[in-house]
């Protein structure tokens, strides 16, 4: 067995790697810099309103979250998303278009042109990529549905997700799903074709929690207790002098462990370990982060009529000021009383950091006006809440794997040091909870010859 570990972050990715371990019997200590534990995860309760600061649900393809729930206490909290809110609509072409739920209706449905539609069903004649392997998204959306698509329908997904540049975000680190579809199949229909015969399609789970994620992340340090200490930064990482163990020191003093685990944000790790070794931290600084600002109204008494579905999210090449807007009292009910409406509005991102900069004032301003003109919202909400985020979601460009490869390579000069958290493999809540179980069953595994448990968690995910 393993032992002591002591896990540098609160967030997701850290409490739940943290709960792992000590559910295996290793004692295990977790240092947050902040007065409280679960990063971006926080829900606030506003004049009868649920608000997120940061994500607004979870996408469990594979059960990690609901399985996790149960094992915390807390599953019959889970909430999973609306039957409204399975309905999905993208701004393209100057308005609010749905998104089809099937090839038949997307064949008539008005969200791309008759061409764009017979650009896509040539998919199946695509070849595979010969190059390093590695391409952008705007490069492998192009090879397969044509710019069109890609560039109205594919860009409105990632910008649902990183918020982010379509050229520069890899397709095999940011979409790892759709590189292996190619890989497997060559052309993405025939693969899909494929899943929906071996039942390989499940469909994904959305969800959250009564009374927010929040739920979550304080059920997991209360299960942690005494062994997770908040407001307390690590300002140093060194050897001991048998060079086995690890000594971590902080403003109130240090704490001496067999392993450490950084699951802090990718530039916070690069401060700690480039006195280590400098290409750790140049590695590391490599990740870029894009800022995102998050604008939350409520109406009481309701819209009329209130949006109905998931949200809308923009493409960049539509030329609007924010980057989607939830409809968070359709798809999550139990987030607001039924006489109320709340819209929850991104802003920001990698192609409009100046506007998620915007004074308070200015901020609304601009919110306001792109309501009014996207979904014809006139009226003023009765209340208004944003959150900021400078650094907020890390971008997995062309060359990620790549980073993370030399990661790991450079970790095996540093036995019992761990990297983990979103900015590697997945910034969602599902992917941290994945990676964090991974993270924690790998460190729990016997080490055997020549084998050290320095590096990165790998995952078959």
């Not at 690590?234 to 001496?256: C, N, P």
């Not at 909870?433 to 790998?458: D, I, K, Y």
């Amino acid at each position: 067995m393993t032992g002591r570990v002591l896990v540098v972050g609160a967030g997701i990715s850290g409490l739940t790697a943290a709960w792992a371990l000590k559910q295996r019997g290793i004692p295990v200590t977790v240092l947050e810099s902040e007065p409280r534990a679960g990063g971006q995860i926080r829900s606030l309760h506003r004049d009868g309103f649920v608000l997120e600061t940061g994500p607004n649900g979870y996408l469990d393809r594979e059960g990690h979250v609901a399985r996790l729930a149960v094992a915390l206490g807390i599953g019959d909290r889970l909430r999973p998303l609306s039957k409204a809110g399975h309905r999905r609509a993208v701004f393209v072409r100057s308005r609010v278009r749905d998104l089809p739920t099937s090839p038949r209706a997307f064949l008539r449905s008005d969200v791309v042109p008759w061409w764009a539609k017979f650009r896509l069903m040539l998919e199946p004649l695509t070849c595979r990529c010969t190059g390093s392997g590695d391409e952008s998204l705007g490069g492998f959306g192009r090879r397969h549905v044509g710019r069109h698509v890609t560039d109205h329908l594919i860009d409105a997904v990632q910008t649902g997700i990183f918020a982010g540049d379509g050229e520069r975000l890899s397709v095999r680190s940011a979409f790892p799903r759709m590189w292996r579809m190619e890989e497997k199949h060559r052309s993405l229909v025939l693969a899909a074709a494929a899943m929906r015969t071996t039942g390989g399609g499940t469909a994904p789970r959305m969800g959250s929690f009564e009374g927010g994620l929040q739920t979550l992340t304080e059920a997991l340090a209360g299960a942690l207790g005494p062994d997770l200490h908040t407001g307390v930064r690590v300002r140093g990482l060194a050897r001991d002098r048998t060079r086995t163990r690890w000594r971590a020191t902080h403003d109130g003093g240090s704490e001496t462990a067999d392993r450490v685990v950084l699951t802090v944000p990718a530039w916070s790790a690069a401060q700690l370990l480039r006195p280590l070794e400098a290409r750790l931290g140049a590695t590391l600084d490599a990740i870029r982060y894009v800022p995102v600002t998050v604008v939350h109204f409520g109406w009481t008494p309701a819209l009329a009529p209130p949006p109905e579905g998931f949200g809308v999210l923009v493409p960049r090449i539509e030329h609007r000021r924010v980057l989607g807007v939830l409809f968070i009292s359709s798809a999550y009910p139990f987030r607001s009383r039924p006489e109320s409406t709340l819209l929850t509005t991104l802003v920001g991102g990698a192609h409009s950091p100046d506007i998620a900069a915007l004074d308070d004032g200015p901020l609304i301003d601009v919110v306001r006006e792109e309501l009014r003109t996207m979904l014809g919202i006139e009226r003023p909400a009765s209340l208004v809440e944003i959150v900021r985020w400078p650094r907020a979601i890390p971008q997995y460009d062309v060359g990620h794997q790549g980073r993370l490869d030399s990661l790991a390579e450079t970790l095996q000069g540093l036995p019992g040091l761990v990297l983990g958290g979103n900015s590697l493999r997945g910034p969602g809540v599902a992917d941290c909870v994945r990676e964090g179980l991974a993270l924690a069953e790998r460190l729990a595994a016997p080490e055997t010859a020549g084998e050290s448990s320095a590096g990165l968690p790998r995952t078959t995910s």
